[in-house]
């Protein structure tokens, strides 16, 4: 689908969050921890605030249609009827882009007997006040993202370990990077689940598996399932 040019009032509509840009949304597996595996509909809210050089979204800040928070909740509340038990996925891009951190919390008290997990890249602030149904994955960018130090270190007081996960996308050369914010991360909070996750092709899961191994590290890997299940496709 092609990119869509709006007028300044929808414009200001968005920046204001009245209204929700939205790149994509579907039904798929999830790929990722915490929740791999599980049938999840996923939304990709459209912007981001870096650039990171791996990055496998370049199409983050296509807008192909726009919501209301009305028409969202409308619409997740019929997937949800329709399929028992699915889990909801808000993405990007950045879902937490200003406005959106307050009206996403919104989201998931309207519809309090859904699970939502927030995919953030965790340069925004988090919600410490998250209602128990909404769940921060906190991806902590590493030097191969090229954009230098973007995590904000105040997450790790609004975390909650049994809600709330943090996920590190390395290659070969981040590692010595990722035990040093494990360090950081088991000083301020010994049970928040860390999750490390291989770039394709740039790192073996035999050297990934040994660094956390011969470090002793309280971390898990990640797969990206999806990629396994269907390739590099967008839509799945
Ligand atoms: S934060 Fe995510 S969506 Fe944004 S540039 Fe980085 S990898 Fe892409």
């Given at each position: 689908m092609g990119e869509l040019t709006f007028d300044t009032h929808i414009m200001e509509e968005i920046r204001s969050g009245q209204k929700l840009p939205i790149v994509e949304r579907f039904v798929t597996i999830s790929g990722?921890?915490?929740?791999?595996?599980q049938p999840m509909y996923l939304v990709r809210f459209s912007g981001c605030n870096l650039s990171c050089r791996y990055c496998d979204t370049p199409y983050r800040n296509e807008i192909n249609e726009i919501l209301t928070i009305a028409q969202l909740c409308d619409d997740i509340d019929r997937i949800r009827i329709s399929y028992p038990g699915i889990i909801i996925l808000f993405t990007g891009g950045?879902?937490?882009?200003e406005p959106r951190g307050t009206i996403v919390t919104d989201i998931a008290m309207r519809l309090h007997d859904v699970q939502f997990y927030v995919e953030t890249n965790g340069s925004m602030m988090i919600d410490?006040?998250?209602?128990?149904?909404l769940h921060y994955v906190l991806?902590?960018?590493?030097?191969?993202?090229?954009?230098?130090?973007?995590?904000?270190?105040?997450n790790l007081h609004r975390m909650r370990a049994d809600h709330d996960v943090i996920k590190f996308v390395t290659d070969e050369s981040d590692l010595p990077y990722i035990k040093e914010k494990i360090e950081l991360i088991r000083s301020k909070n010994e049970s928040i689940r860390v999750y490390l996750s291989p770039q394709t092709g740039k790192i073996e899961l035999t050297k990934l598996a040994d660094f956390i191994l011969s470090n002793k590290l309280n971390a898990a890997i990640s797969v990206q399932l999806h990629k396994i299940i269907w390739g590099e496709k967008r839509g799945v």
């Open positions: 990722e921890a915490p929740t791999m595996g950045e879902p937490l882009l410490e006040a998250a209602p128990d149904n991806d902590w960018k590493t030097p191969s993202a090229g954009g230098g130090e973007t995590f904000c270190v105040d």
